[in-house]
């Protein structure tokens, strides 16, 4: 009886994935595939904003890192899954990734990065509202760019060059984060 009650339970551990993380009563997966590629679960962690939890978010990778600058060049796609906790206007949002991404870089740089950052902004302002439940990702897509999905349905055309991902990632993992204990979280840091 007890061997057959292990057997049971073993195989419904297999017949049932893992979750890997749970922020914020949000379950984020331990593998996502991404243009035909499998991503592991480098790290996730929750957005606050002041005493509000704006967003849990998880970085999926080819491979975990554990170094900001090595899990931003990595090669392969890449997604950053936001599971928003609370609504927010899309022009706030849309405005502190552009600002994250300006904190980040050089005049130079953020004025090369300007255009799309341009075309990211009217992505987030055409969904009018990043609702409570609402799951969004940025993916890099090698062959196409960043795709932004909203709900798991594309929202506009893919935002082109590797460049720009980069950038996108280090509004979480760059020199300056949004927010230091985040940055830990997606590199895998335990909170």
Same mark, same amino acid.
Request: with cysteine; aromatic share 6%.
């Given at each position: ?25 949000? #379950? ?29 978010? /998880?970085?999926?990778?080819?491979? #975990? ?10 090669? /392969? ?17 849309? *405005? ?9 870089? *050089? ?53 082109? *060059? ?11 993992? *760059? ?12 590199? /895998?840091?335990?909170?």
């Amino acid at each position: 009886m007890a061997t057959r009650l292990l057997g049971c339970l073993i195989f419904l551990s297999m017949a049932f994935p893992a979750l890997a993380a749970e922020v914020a009563g949000v #379950k984020l997966e331990d593998k996502e595939r991404v243009a035909n590629s499998e991503l592991v679960l480098n790290g996730a962690g929750l957005r606050k904003r002041a005493f509000f939890q704006v967003y849990a978010a /998880g970085l999926y990778l080819s491979e #975990k890192k554990t170094v900001a600058m090595e899990a931003i060049a990595a090669a /392969g796609p890449k997604r950053v899954a936001i599971h928003m906790l609370r609504d927010v206007d899309a022009d706030q949002f849309s *405005g502190a990734l552009a600002d994250g991404i300006n904190s980040n870089h *050089g005049d130079a740089e953020a004025k090369a990065l300007e255009p799309r950052v341009k075309q990211l902004v009217a992505i987030m302002v055409e969904m009018k509202e990043a609702k409570k439940g609402m799951r969004i990702t940025l993916d890099w897509l090698p062959a196409a760019g960043t795709q932004v999905t909203i709900e798991g349905k594309p929202a506009g055309a893919a935002i082109p *060059g590797e460049d720009f991902f980069r950038a996108l990632l280090k509004i979480w993992l *760059g020199d300056r984060p949004i927010q230091d204990d985040l940055k830990k979280a997606l590199l /895998g840091e335990k909170q």
